[in-house]
Every structure is written in structure tokens, then in C-alpha cells.
């Protein structure tokens, strides 16, 4: 018990924020609906594989941080990245706003928990609003989006819940 008290004053003393420190030319910074993510390019296959396959994308977050990190392997999401980086982003934004999982095991096995498939839901929501652009989740993209703004991840949340 004393050890859970101490971390959890540990994770106050950090206001629950995950900040990288800086790298190369391989890392960029954006902010979307209050969630500010720091965007780092990883090398092919660098972030390893499960059951299902190589990872695409890893977010790391901690609950109510403003900001996370999230480490995308461009080589594996490549035909997918608008899909892969909202994916990621709604990681970040549930951990930011404390927004329940939702197992969605109609989208696959790795879906069946509540974190990836609340994940998932949210980027096949972005991918239908914007496209395969990714300036709505503001990153430099000359692609045009077919949205004014990336859908509101608490709005995406709140609506597969009802």
C-alpha cells in the first residue's frame, strides 16, 4: 500500500505528463482537442510484433497527462497512416480525458480489449471524416483533408457507448 501511495505522489509531482526529450529530425510536435503528442519516426520494425503481426504504433500516455509520446514506424504503417496515427492519437486522448475502453472483437481478436478498441473505432472514424490526410491531427501533410478538423475523440467515445 505504502509503495501505490508513493508512486501515485510520484505521478503528481510529474502533473501525469510524458515528454521526450529531444532526438533528431525524426520527432515532431503537434496538439489536437488539448492532447499534445510528440510524434517520433522509429526505425523499420524497431517496435517489434505480436501474435497478430509488427507493431505499427505505440502511444505512451499516463491518465489525465496533457501531452504522450507515440512512436510510429512509418515502413509498417505506410499504406495505413492516417489510420495507424489516429489510432495512436485516441490512445493519448483517452488517457487525457480518463474515456472508458470499448471491446470491439467485431474488428478482430487484438480489438477485443477496450483500449485498442476504442483505438480502432476512433480511426476508422478519422479515416472516414479526413481521409488519408493527416493535417486535421496536424501534422505537415500535402494531402487534402475531407474534414475541417479531426473528429472530437470525447464526441467518438460518448457515441459508440449509447
Do not use: K
Not at 54 to 62: N, R
Request: hydrophobic share 45%; glycine share 6%; net charge negative.
Amino acid at each position: 500500500m505504502l509503495r501505490f501511495l508513493a508512486l501515485l505522489f510520484a505521478l503528481t509531482l510529474t502533473s501525469c505528463n510524458i515528454t521526450a526529450p529531444p532526438r533528431d529530425n525524426a520527432q515532431w510536435q503537434t496538439s489536437t482537442y488539448g492532447v499534445d503528442v510528440t510524434w517520433r519516426a522509429t526505425a523499420p520494425s524497431a517496435l517489434g510484433q505480436t501474435s497478430t503481426g509488427h507493431i505499427a504504433g505505440y502511444a505512451l500516455a499516463a491518465p489525465l497527462g496533457q501531452s504522450c509520446v507515440v512512436d510510429i514506424d512509418l515502413t509498417r504503417s505506410r499504406y495505413a497512416l492516417a489510420r495507424v496515427a489516429a489510432h495512436e492519437y485516441m490512445h493519448c486522448a483517452a488517457a487525457r480525458y480518463l474515456l472508458p475502453g470499448i471491446p470491439r472483437p467485431d474488428l478482430g481478436a487484438h480489438f477485443e480489449s477496450g483500449s485498442e478498441g476504442l483505438a480502432e473505432t476512433y480511426a476508422r472514424a478519422y479515416v472516414a471524416a479526413c481521409g488519408d490526410s493527416l493535417r486535421a491531427l496536424g501534422w505537415p501533410d500535402l494531402a487534402v483533408p475531407t474534414c475541417a478538423e479531426a473528429p472530437d475523440p470525447r464526441a467518438v467515445a460518448a457515441t459508440i457507448q449509447q
